[in-house]
């Protein structure tokens, strides 16, 4: 069946560096690109997303590359604090308006 | 902020006993879902549904049942809980692209 692979599962990084999260994905009918944040305790939240039409979005400190011809997409967030500590889950649409989820990456960050 | 909630928040609950979680969102969408997740961990699809009178089941095997009688109402039942059904539930909506979640159940079976 159609799957997101998302690397790594955990990722550690200094305040003020930059962190990159990678998905790949497996059905080329995919069109739209969501990122999500789950803080402990609370529901995943949408910080960005793309669709297919558009090879790179940005918003502050958090961008989203896209790479149709190799099904991967990444997340790349600058300047890292405190506050960006949490899981992050890539996903890829199939169908009508359905998900498939990357398996979740938990960003560390080191004061 | 998104305006979809879930009772309740926690939830202990004997071996064999029937429950309810409610989810409800106030949003309009014609999408909604349940999803099963171990804290920090995957998430997996449970049920679906695009809209009254409409449900699926998810990748994920559940002996959970779903309902959709009205568009912001999307209840998910265990007829009779068991320790393996120990997890966080998670309920979303959409409209078309992004997903709204609510803060999730957190369920135990003992």
């Known amino acids: 069946g159609e799957n997101v692979e998302q690397h790594p599962s955990t990722l550690s990084v200094q305040e003020g560096d930059s962190a990159v999260i990678k998905c790949t994905y497996s059905?080329?009918?995919?069109?739209?690109f969501p990122w999500y944040k789950q803080e402990l305790g609370k529901g995943p939240q949408l910080i960005i997303d793309?669709?297919?039409n558009v090879g790179e979005k940005k918003d502050q400190r958090i961008a989203v590359t896209l790479n149709k011809t190799a099904k991967h997409f990444s997340l790349h967030i600058t300047e890292t604090q405190p506050e960006d500590s949490a899981v992050y889950f890539c996903?890829?649409?199939?169908?009508?308006?359905?998900?498939?989820w990357g398996a979740g990456t938990k960003l560390i960050i080191k004061p | 902020e998104a305006d979809i909630y879930q009772t309740p928040r926690y939830l202990v609950i004997g071996t064999g006993k029937k429950i309810t979680l409610e989810c409800s969102q106030t949003?309009?969408?014609?999408?909604m879902y349940w999803y099963q997740q171990d804290p920090g961990m995957e998430l997996h699809l449970i049920h679906y549904?695009?809209?009254?009178?409409?449900?699926e089941k998810g990748d994920l095997s559940s002996e959970s049942t779903v309902s959709r009688i009205r568009t912001e109402h999307f209840p998910l039942t265990l007829e009779s809980a068991r320790p393996s059904h120990t997890s966080q539930y998670l309920c979303?909506?959409?409209?078309?692209?992004?997903?709204?979640f609510g803060q999730g159940t957190r369920l135990t079976v003992v």
């Open positions: 979303a909506s959409s409209g078309g692209g992004e997903a709204f």
């Open positions: 996903a890829a649409s199939i169908g009508n308006y359905q998900l498939i």
């Open positions: 059905d080329s009918a995919s069109n739209y």
């Open positions: 793309i669709r297919s």
């Open positions: 549904s695009y809209g009254v009178n409409s449900t």
């Open positions: 949003m309009g969408h014609d999408k």
